[in-house]
Nanobody
Framework: QVQLVESGGGLVQAGGSLRLSCVAS????????MGWFRQAPGKDREFVAF????????VYEDSVKGRFAISRDNAKNTVYLQMNSLKPEDTAVYYC?????????????????WGQGTQVTVSS
């Protein structure tokens, strides 16, 4: 089984930056797709980004393209989400997730393990 632990959330002003981290333990990390999702108050959980096991494939939700960057360090069993030019509409609880299947996906139900979430609040 796998455990995912997120960190790095906080309160920032619009235009600021944060870097989220997610550390995996308990299973093979390096060959799994890793994703980030977020959930704002009153809204459904939405896809943010994923990265393939090799790091060669990265996919972003349209609203964060050019502002967010996903990366991974397999030697450290860690995936990152660098968030720049933050906007108030980015305010949400951010979750990292791990997918064990062979086909990377943006769909939350296809991910097998989830972290506890970390709060990101962007003030105007």
């Amino acid at each position: 089984q796998v455990q995912l632990v997120e960190s790095g959330g906080g309160l920032v002003q619009a235009g600021g930056s944060l870097r989220l981290s997610c550390v995996a333990s308990g299973s093979t990390f390096s060959r799994f797709t890793m994703g980030w999702f977020r959930q704002a108050p009153g809204k459904d959980r939405e896809f943010v980004a994923f990265i393939s096991w090799s790091g060669g494939t990265k996919v972003y939700e349209d609203s964060v393209k050019g502002r967010f960057a996903i990366s991974r360090d397999n030697a450290k069993n860690t995936v990152y989400l660098q968030m720049n030019s933050l906007k108030p509409e980015d305010t949400a609880v951010y979750y990292c997730a791990l997918q064990q299947g062979n086909f990377p996906t943006t769909r939350a139900p296809q991910y097998d393990y989830w972290g506890q979430g970390t709060q990101v609040t962007v003030s105007s």
